[in-house]
Structures are given as structure tokens and as C-alpha cells.
């Protein structure tokens, strides 16, 4: 006899899939697992709720460690949607991680680092979609970043972000706000030597002496206010990548401290590495745009959950992840449904 179906659908409900789900992340395969759950329940629930990255803060505020060196990320990753034609919100936009054009949901996120347990948190992020709301992805940075200094009033010391963010208005913002920056800028970046009069030039073609090498050289970019000190490091990343980053810190005098101040920004990626392969975040095919909101938002409720248990157990979120097949696979080998057999 067939259980009755379920009258209610959940948030939790729709998580919990998304968390221990393993490839396929559709409404149908829900259904299909669940007696009690309809596919139009399931998509009922995502079309007409209303879930918001505030409710991610809200999970992750009960776990996060602040710390007064902290530092807050911010960077963007596309949700890929290339072979859909029909989802709202989809859009044509650089991917950094296929190093093309491609259609998907844009996701700007913002990290906190605390540097001293070597942890990081996601607290907020925004969907890019100016055809909606009419804001680019610098609004949605500032705005985050303004939430952060006066809403969530989160310890802090140092922004980082990465060269797309790294305009004149955004490195004023942050030094308003009287916190520091580190940014790798575009080598065509025009700046001078702060005491030089002579016109600018682009950033890479500045010479910077031994010493300067070692220590960072005083320079002044162009719009910036002279009464800012800033500092230009040449950054070795790999063997053929150096990056040009520039700062506020006053403090900063040694390259090589430069160097590892630039890397915690990399921890922003393994989060999007992270939340794309083991939350299904990129799966949903549904066409509405609140669906695909809905789907996103939950799949972070899943990274904040993944990875707080990833803390308390030492393990990391793929082991975590894999380690759900593992009663499966012992009872398997013990007593199999499906045996082999040889002629």
C-alpha cells in the first residue's frame, strides 16, 4: 500500500537532499526517492518561497570565530547554465574557471578569513542580474562590504579582491571605511613614484630598485588621493605569472609577507570549488528565476552545514561527501544485490 503523500515541503526538506545527494540533483530523482514527496510538491515549494542570502548569515553567524586580523574576500563565479536556453537570469558572462565566455547565474560572494584558526566562512553573497535589480557586481561588492562595517559589525582588518574589483572608488571605499586593502592590479594600471611629477605610466613599466624589490615601492595611482600612502609590491605566483599588487598598509615593508597576505584570497576559490561539487548548485534545471534563486541559496545553506562539520570532524567536504557511500559499499561487499557470475 502506498504512503500518503506528504501536505508540507520544507526548507530542511530540500536541503537535506542537496546535502546527501551524490550526482543527480533534479526534482524528478527526488520523487522517485521519496513515496511520500511529488515533484510538484518540491517545485511548488522552491516557486513560491522566498529565500534569501540573509538566511545564510544567519546559519553561519552561530559558527564563526571573529578575529580583530580578519580578513574579508570577495570574488565571483558563474553557475553554469551553457547548454540552457530557457532559464531566467541566465546570461552570457567570463568564467574564470573555463577560462571562456559561457551562459550561467552570476554569484558574487564574500568570504571571512580568520587568520589565526586558519578557518573561512561564506556570510553573504549576491546574484548578478542587472537586468533585474539594475547593479553591477562593484554595487554588489559595496554593499555587501558596507552590510559587513555596519550591519553584521564583524571584526576586521584587511579587504582582498582580485584585479576586476580593483578600481579607484572601491580601494576609496575601503580606506574610508579605515580598514586595508591588498590588490593585484592590470598591468596597464597607470601610477607614478608618489614623489615624482612626471606623467604616468603603466604599472608594470615602473622600475623598482633592489631594495624596493624587497620592501615595495612608494607610488601614487592615478585618481587616488595623494594623501593615501600606498605601496606597490611585484608579487612571483608562479613561473610565469607576477602580479602587481598594491596596498594601504602603511605597516607593510617585506614582499615576501606581501606574498602570503595575497594567497588567503585563494581560499575564496576552494569555496567555489567546494560548493559546485558537492552541492549540486549548478543542477537545477528548472526555468524561473525564484526556483534557480531558491536552489542557490539552499545549496550554500548546504556548504555553511558541509563545512562546519568539516571543522568539528577534521575531515575535509569531499571526504565528508564520499564518506556516505561507505556503510553502502561495506554492505554491498558483505551481501550483494546484484552478484556476479561466470559460465
Known sequence: MARPKRT??????????????????????????????????????????????????????EHLIADTHGYILFDDT??????????????????????????????VNCIYVNPTTEQFWIIDFRLFDPERDGK???????????NVHHHKALLYKTVLVDSWYASHSMMLFIHNLGKLFYCPVKSNRLARDADSTEHYAHVSKLT??????????????????ASIPMKLFRVFVSTNRTDNVVTNDPA???????????????????????????????????RKQRIQRNHITCAVLVWVR????????????????????RNYLIEQLKNPDIKMSFA
Not at 546570461?91 to 551562459?103: D, F, K, L, P, T
Not at 553591477?136 to 558596507?146: F, Q
Not at 630598485?209 to 585618481?223: A, F, H, S, V, Y
Not at 575535509?316 to 557511500?325: A, D, H, P, Q, V
Request: hydrophobic residues 30%; positive net charge; glycine residues 4%.
Open 208 to 225: 623598482l630598485t633592489d631594495e624596493e624589490q624587497k620592501t615595495g615601492k612608494p607610488i601614487r595611482l592615478k585618481n587616488m588621493p
Open 136 to 146: 553591477t557586481k562593484m554595487d554588489h561588492v559595496r554593499e555587501m562590504l558596507s
Open 78 to 107: 558563474v553557475i553554469d547554465k551553457n547548454y540552457s536556453r530557457h532559464i531566467e537570469g541566465v546570461r552570457s558572462q567570463y568564467s574564470g574557471n573555463a577560462h571562456q565566455v559561457i551562459r550561467g547565474i552570476g554569484m
Open 252 to 286: 607593510q615593508h617585506c614582499a615576501d609577507d606581501t606574498r602570503k597576505v595575497c594567497a588567503i584570497r585563494w581560499l575564496i576559490e576552494q569555496f567555489h570549488r567546494e560548493l559546485k561539487q558537492n552541492t549540486g548548485v549548478d543542477a537545477c534545471q528548472c
Open 8 to 61: 508540507t515541503f520544507s526548507r530542511l526538506d530540500y536541503c537535506q537532499y542537496l546535502l546527501v545527494g551524490q550526482t543527480n540533483y533534479t526534482l524528478t530523482n527526488y520523487a522517485e526517492h521519496v513515496d511520500s514527496i511529488s515533484h510538484d510538491m518540491v517545485n511548488r515549494y522552491l516557486r513560491d518561497s522566498k529565500l534569501t542570502p540573509s538566511m545564510v548569515w544567519e546559519q553561519t553567524r
Open 306 to 325: 558541509m563545512k562546519d562539520i568539516a571543522y568539528q570532524t577534521k575531515m575535509s567536504i569531499y571526504e565528508m561527501k564520499k564518506g556516505l557511500l
